[in-house]
């Protein structure tokens, strides 16, 4: 018979315990370091970074430690710690084209100033499984080339000497932050493009793709993608002038996206951006997508109703942190409502059964 | 655990508190209207209640003597957790007696004890718009609230009459708070809605995920909607409690056996075993030590 059960702290602390026993798993196999996934897993890390907005590997790693690998949980296990972190200050706005460049492509010229950079890519591997890996072993080392010194100029500006591209608004103005602002729709594309940078790689890469399929049709080229380290710097009130405080591995991602003019704009070619933690290419290329698309109504483009120009739908719905927790809490107990539902059922059945033998 | 030094008194930054308060304040000093607020990442889930413990968070003073409750029961495991963040990140006092909690944590329950003037219950709530799932934008449902503009809620409760012949919500049942805003009361049973109403406790509603904050003051008006032709009717379980007898408190279904037993208890923990206390002891009941 039912006695009111007080088992909940009990099973919690046992539930803990077995899960960092699980954690752990078979002893006699060595546990992994927060070194080796930094080193080892650093796309998982640089993922991990990239959404839980906070660019410290050491900790991403730890957490995908403590995550047991999964990443969403990983990061939010950051997005917990970085919440509690004070803010000292803004950097000033990064330099991308001052970037110390590991890769670099345009898909829209063959060659140009600062040329074509392959880097470390899955990009022409066959991808066979690699049984040597299953062995331990050692890699040969990577032949290797003086760093060039030339400049690396953006694709953009080359296009835009001409005019041939939309020139982007600059200014000074403090852009929002999403995380100490609640958000509000119509957002700015400052707002949107944080939301985009740290919302959910599969939810972003999907968006993207639909895009590519005809709903809301942008005609991406990606006109450049660079990953690389760039300097920040921030301005030191006493000093009067910026230092560098430190560097952090970027992707940016520039499309070139054809544009036949509107109402408002002559036939230019337009651009979306993606600038995202860590060598994170997929992720960076999505979101340049998704941003293009977003910005049918500054282009004076027609909204055709494709998922991906609906800004309140894609920014309510990127954050895997807000979605996973509320997909999730549908496992809590929910025995009062269901009650009142029973009843309620319950009730409307016996009133259709006695309408129905009335009616016979 | 020992790490409480690295973290403020409640876990949250005095910052973000006073970000919090004041948006607390503006729903206290507008009853019913959903204010957006800042809301942080915390360290248990959106959708587990990070909308209260920050509102919590925000009302804790150390000499607060806290009661977390799900379902109405202080130990369910999500009360549990909720709980024991408290202590370890605020240090403060628990109990699992309605009358003596200054703060009261709930999802999905009004505890059957009324509330006194002083204590601030604070609910979880997961979707803070009434009108969210007549209109899934929330740039039409603030425009909505903006003009007044409640004909769709009415016509849904029309609908649900002229369907089932009477209006098919049995939780989250919408209340007009002060004649102005109408306001989802988060998934309590319509039970539940009368005491809503003429509360002498501070009712503060922290949506975490959705970014809201709303309030009822002391003594607001929050009335059910319906029609004159077919009144709100506060509905429960046709039975008395099986453990304490009690005949009007919210009951919930306990399936006992395969052969389609079951028995009804309080969902409210702390009110059936006070009564047990005090010697009321239903059917199935046992006697209680203690009163």
Redesign the interface.
Same mark, same amino acid.
Request: charged share 25%; proline share 9%.
């Given at each position: 018979?039912?006695?009111?059960?007080?088992?909940?702290?009990k099973?919690?602390d046992a539930a803990h315990a077995w899960l960092a026993e699980e954690r752990r798993g078979d002893t006699s196999v060595a546990e992994l370091s927060v070194a080796q996934i930094r080193q080892q897993l650093a796309l998982a890390v640089n993922r991990v970074m990239a959404e839980g907005s906070l660019y410290d590997p050491d900790l991403a790693a730890l957490a995908i430690k403590q995550a047991r690998g999964d990443l969403i949980e990983a990061i939010?296990l950051i997005?917990?710690y970085?919440?509690?972190l004070?803010r000292l200050g803004a950097s000033t706005p990064l330099e991308t084209a001052q970037m110390a460049i590991t890769r670099r492509i345009s898909a829209t010229f063959k060659d140009l100033p600062g040329g074509q950079i392959l880097g470390p890519t899955f990009d022409y591997t066959h991808r066979l499984l690699d049984f040597k890996l299953a062995a331990e072993g050692g890699v040969p080392p990577a032949p290797t080339a003086p760093a060039s010194l030339d400049a690396v100029p953006h694709v953009t500006s080359l296009l835009n000497r001409d005019g041939l591209i939309q020139t982007e608004a600059e200014g000074n103005a403090t852009p929002p932050d999403l995380?100490?602002?609640?958000?509000?729709?119509?957002t700015t594309r400052p707002l949107r493009l944080q939301a985009i940078t740290r919302g959910d790689e599969g939810f972003i890469l999907s968006m993207a793709y639909s895009t590519q399929r005809g709903y809301g049709r942008t005609h991406a080229f990606v006109g450049e993608l660079r990953i690389g380290t760039v300097a920040v710097e921030m301005e030191i009130p006493e000093l009067g002038f910026s230092v560098e405080i430190g560097e952090v591995e970027l992707t940016e991602c520039e499309t070139v996206n054809q544009f036949k003019g509107s109402k408002t704009e002559p036939p230019q070619f337009t651009r979306g951006y993606g600038l995202v933690f860590g060598q994170t290419e997929r992720k960076a290329i999505a979101m340049s997508l998704v941003d293009r698309a977003l910005r049918w109504k500054e282009l004076g483009e027609d909204n055709t109703g494709a998922p991906a120009q609906d800004e309140?739908f894609v920014l309510?719905h990127a954050d895997n942190?807000?979605a996973?927790?509320?997909?999730?809490?549908i496992k809590?107990?929910?025995?009062?409502?269901f009650?009142?539902?029973?009843?309620?059922v319950r009730?409307?059945r016996r009133?259709a059964l006695a309408h129905g033998e009335a009616a016979e | 655990m020992t790490d409480q030094t690295a973290?403020n008194f409640a876990?949250l930054?005095e910052q973000t508190k006073r970000m919090i308060r004041r948006a607390i304040l503006k729903g206290v000093a507008i009853p019913g209207y959903q204010v957006?607020?800042?809301? #942080? =990442?915390?360290?248990m889930?959106?959708?587990?209640g990070?909308g209260g413990v920050q509102v919590t968070a925000a009302c804790l003073v150390p000499e607060d003597r806290l009661k977390v409750i799900?379902?109405?029961a202080d130990?369910?495991?999500?009360?549990?957790?909720i709980r024991?963040f408290f202590q370890r990140t605020a240090g403060v006092a628990v109990t699992e007696a309605t009358a003596e909690a200054t703060v009261i944590q709930t999802?999905?329950?009004i505890p059957e004890t009324p509330l006194t003037e002083g204590q601030i219950l604070v609910y979880q709530v997961?979707i803070p718009e009434p009108l969210r799932f007549l209109e899934p #934008? =929330?740039?039409e449902t603030r425009k909505m609230h903006e003009l007044e503009d409640y004909g769709l809620m009415h016509v849904k409760l029309y609908e649900d009459i002229s369907r089932?012949?009477?209006i098919?919500t049995?939780?989250?049942y919408p209340v007009k708070v002060e004649g102005r805003y109408v306001m989802d009361p988060s998934?309590?049973?319509?039970?539940d809605n009368p005491k809503l109403a003429g509360n002498a406790a501070i009712q503060l509603f922290g949506a975490g995920?959705e970014?809201r904050i709303y309030a009822l003051p002391p003594y607001s008006e929050a009335i059910s909607l319906d029609f004159d032709d077919y009144p709100f009717a506060a509905?429960?379980?046709d039975h008395a409690c099986d453990?304490c007898a009690a005949p009007d408190s919210?009951?919930?279904?306990?399936i006992?056996d395969d052969q389609g037993s079951r028995?009804f208890?309080c969902?409210d923990?702390d009110f059936?075993?006070s009564r047990r206390k005090a010697g009321h002891i239903g059917p199935?009941g046992?006697p209680m030590a203690g009163g």
């Open positions: 018979m039912y006695v009111a059960v007080k088992g909940g702290e099973a919690i939010f997005r917990a970085r919440t509690t004070p995380t100490r602002e609640p958000m509000e729709i119509p309140e309510m942190i807000q996973t927790g509320f997909l999730e809490h809590l107990p929910h025995y009062v409502d009650q009142a539902e029973l009843e309620l009730k409307l009133e | 973290y876990y930054d957006p607020f800042a809301s #942080r =990442e915390m360290p889930p959106y959708g587990w990070t799900d379902q109405g130990d369910t495991t999500n009360a549990v957790s024991r999802r999905h329950r997961p #934008r =929330e740039t089932h012949g009477q098919a049995a939780y989250d998934p309590i049973p319509k039970f995920r970014q509905s429960k379980a453990l919210y009951l919930d279904e306990v006992t028995m208890v969902s923990t059936c075993a199935m046992t």
